[in-house]
């Protein structure tokens, strides 16, 4: 089975910032590696599909890249509506979740 | 609109069955893969179950192959899940989702708690 590695598990960041949230497969996965935004008591939303296909709807501030094992979610400019949990999820073989980045503002 | 809409959770005795519904509306049901994800209470997602655009082809993870199974009635655009031998570990919220082939999970239903206690 694939294990995900997603990091950090928690992220303060002020309004503006630049984010990162990493995502790091036990194989390589060949770019099937989707990013999903759960907010406080809702289902997750898509944002990004195989590494850097930007979901119909979402805010270009949202970007993937990555390939391999190693894996990005970059938020360009944090706004207060993205305060939520971020999961990265594999679908090379199966599918895996990574653990959840939880995202607060500073 | 799409919507995707669970139902049958609750309080279930460990040991016994349950049968989870998720209707669907709003798209081709037909041309979608799809999924049952759960998400124990304050912890992260967990991959189920899914199943092909014709039911033909399902797959599980090992802690719940054997025990659940899904299926779908493509002319009632209705997914299910048969959960059987029920764990204290299944407690959940169980959401059904959907994907389009080599897409992401575009669409999700607001979710069914299912609880295993005695």
């Known amino acids: 089975d694939i294990q995900m590695t997603q990091s950090p598990s928690f992220l303060s960041a002020s309004v503006g910032d630049r984010v990162t949230i990493n995502c790091k497969a036990s194989?390589?996965?060949?770019?099937?590696l989707d990013w999903y935004q759960q907010k406080h008591g809702e289902a997750p939303k898509l944002l990004i599909y195989n590494t850097n296909n930007l979901q119909t709807g979402i805010p270009s501030r949202f970007s993937g890249s990555g390939s391999g094992t190693d894996y990005t979610l970059t938020i360009s400019s944090l706004q207060p509506e993205d305060v939520a949990t971020y999961f990265c999820l594999q679908h090379s073989s199966r599918y895996t979740f990574g653990a959840g980045t939880k995202l607060e503002l500073k | 609109e799409v919507q995707l809409v669970e139902s049958g959770g609750g309080l279930v005795q460990p040991g016994r069955s349950l049968k989870l519904s998720c209707a669907a509306s709003?798209?081709?049901?037909?041309?979608?893969?799809m999924a049952w994800v759960r998400q124990a209470p304050k912890k992260g997602l967990e991959w189920v179950a899914t199943i092909s655009t014709s039911g033909s082809r399902t797959y599980y993870p090992d802690s719940v192959k054997g025990r659940f199974t899904i299926s779908r009635d493509n002319a009632k655009s209705s997914l299910y899940l048969q959960m059987n031998s029920l764990k204290s570990e299944d407690t959940a919220t169980y959401y059904c989702a959907s994907r389009l082939y080599n897409s992401g999970f575009a669409y999700w239903g607001q979710g069914t708690l299912v609880t295993v206690s005695s």
């Open positions: 709003g798209f081709t049901f037909s041309n979608y893969y």
């Open positions: 194989q390589n996965i060949n770019k099937y």
